[in-house]
């Protein structure tokens, strides 16, 4: 699954706005994306990053779209933002925080990383 492939399949969602984090919450995006639509279909979103190792969705919708986005962005502290697995993820020291698994930190300076996840 590919940044457009998500972009494409909810392009009203997306019409204003490009996913700015790794490519590891990308299952995590497409299954809140669908909530939200489900329960509000006019939903935009306005912005999707990372911030302090978490994700962060800005979104104009209802409030109980609001709480799944919510919902969305704790549950982002236990998937690697890199890889996507649940696996031995924390918040790694670095240059910038990250929830990255043990595996991602080992690698995370390392050449090629970074366009690998982006
Ligand atoms: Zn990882």
Redesign the pocket.
């Known amino acids: 699954m590919t940044k457009s492939d998500i972009t494409n399949k909810y392009p009203g969602f997306f019409e204003d706005c490009e996913i700015g984090c790794f490519c590891?919450w990308l299952e995590l995006i497409d299954r809140t994306v669908e909530k939200v639509l489900s329960v509000d279909p006019s939903a935009k979103a306005k912005q999707i990053k990372e911030k302090f190792g978490r994700l962060r969705i800005y979104a104009s919708c209802n409030k109980e779209a609001y709480q799944i986005i919510l919902d969305a962005e704790d549950e982002s502290q236990y998937i690697?933002?890199?890889?996507?697995?649940g696996d031995s993820?924390r918040l790694q020291p670095g240059h910038w925080l990250k929830h990255?698994?043990d595996?991602?930190q080992n690698k995370r300076y390392t050449k090629g990383f970074l366009e690998s996840v982006s």
């Open positions: 590891g690697c933002e890199a890889c996507g697995t993820v990255y698994c595996d991602c």
